[in-house]
């Protein structure tokens, strides 16, 4: 057996360690807890092709006008789906 490579009983240690468990335990708690949520912010932000902005929907209570308008270049556009803006319209 080469002097380099990691005996099983090594590796079997290594992933069993408390202390890495508890932070993988950890991260993947963190990143499920934007899993749940009713509505993701990717799903309810759209592209305008004709003024080639970002566009949202904005509830009341937040904004009068009932949408935002992100500056040009400010959002990635990449995956957004494509719907008129109310500017537009």
Request: hydrophobic share 25%.
């Amino acid at each position: 057996m080469p002097s380099d490579e990691k005996h099983i009983i090594d590796w079997i240690l290594d992933k069993t360690d408390f202390k890495k468990q508890k932070q993988s335990f950890s991260n993947k708690k963190k990143a499920s807890a934007f899993e749940r949520r009713k509505h993701k912010m990717d799903n309810l932000i759209f592209y305008c092709s004709s003024c080639e902005c970002c566009w949202s929907k904005v509830p009341k209570y937040i904004d009068v006008i009932k949408w935002r308008k992100y500056p040009k270049g400010l959002m990635p556009t990449i995956g957004k789906k494509r719907k008129e803006c109310p500017e537009c319209k």
